[in-house]
């Protein structure tokens, strides 16, 4: 598995989308997931910034448009296209492997703002992985109206889903 043909990503990127993958596989070795489930995660992992270096206007577009552009090329399994296409917002729809990306995407290493704090988190994701999800949900959700921006439908759904169990 790899990047898509239709990528259109920096090297800074790649990066990125690699740490995430990476982090996705170590997490399924961990948790002893079965192939056919890590397969869909590390999936999931190379798409979703598939186009988040492409001239899209609105950044927070490329993941609509990456599931879009995946599923016209073959990918059939909605729940990666769903992972993909919400992996920014969050989405009270998902099952694993939605969960799984948003973690990653959040939690990589190579992200350079509270990197003890998310190295912890990051730790934690194999024995208390609904107790980090909600932490990260939580998280991104306070950093969102600090910055004063709108939440999404998807984001809010998330997270009344999240705290409902």
Same mark, same amino acid.
Request: net charge negative; proline share 3%; charged share 25%.
């Given at each position: 598995?790899?990047?898509?043909?239709?990528?259109?990503?920096?090297?800074?990127?790649?990066?990125?989308?690699?740490?995430?993958?990476?982090?996705?596989?170590?997490?399924?070795?961990?948790?002893?997931?079965?192939?056919?489930?890590?397969?869909?995660?590390?999936?999931? !992992?190379?798409?979703? /910034?598939?186009? %988040?270096?492409?001239? $899209?206007? #609105?950044? *927070? &577009?490329? @993941?609509?448009?990456? +599931? =879009?552009?995946?599923?016209?090329?073959?990918?059939?399994?909605?729940?990666?296209?769903?992972?993909?296409?919400?992996?920014?917002?969050?989405? !009270?729809?998902?099952? /694993?492997?939605? %969960?799984?990306?948003? $973690?990653? #995407?959040? *939690? &990589?290493? @190579?992200?350079?703002? +509270? =990197?003890?704090?998310?190295?912890?988190?990051?730790?934690?994701?194999?024995?208390?992985?609904?107790?980090?999800?909600?932490?990260?949900?939580?998280?991104?959700?306070?950093?969102?109206? %600090?910055?004063?921006?709108?939440?999404?439908?998807?984001?809010? @759904?998330?997270?009344?889903?999240?705290?409902?169990?």
């Amino acid at each position: 598995m790899s990047l898509p043909a239709w990528a259109q990503v920096s090297t800074e990127r790649r990066a990125h989308i690699e740490r995430v993958v990476a982090l996705l596989s170590s997490w399924a070795d961990a948790m002893h997931v079965e192939a056919k489930e890590r397969d869909r995660w590390l999936r999931a !992992g190379w798409l979703h /910034d598939a186009l %988040r270096d492409a001239p $899209l206007g #609105d950044p *927070l &577009e490329h @993941g609509i448009v990456a +599931a =879009s552009l995946a599923a016209q090329n073959g990918e059939r399994d909605q729940s990666v296209l769903s992972a993909v296409r919400y992996h920014t917002f969050g989405f !009270g729809g998902w099952d /694993d492997v939605g %969960r799984m990306l948003y $973690l990653a #995407d959040f *939690l &990589e290493p @190579g992200r350079d703002f +509270a =990197s003890a704090g998310r190295a912890e988190l990051a730790r934690r994701v194999p024995k208390e992985r609904d107790a980090v999800l909600l932490e990260v949900a939580r998280q991104r959700i306070e950093w969102a109206l %600090r910055s004063g921006w709108q939440l999404s439908n998807e984001t809010v @759904g998330f997270w009344n889903q999240l705290v409902a169990t």
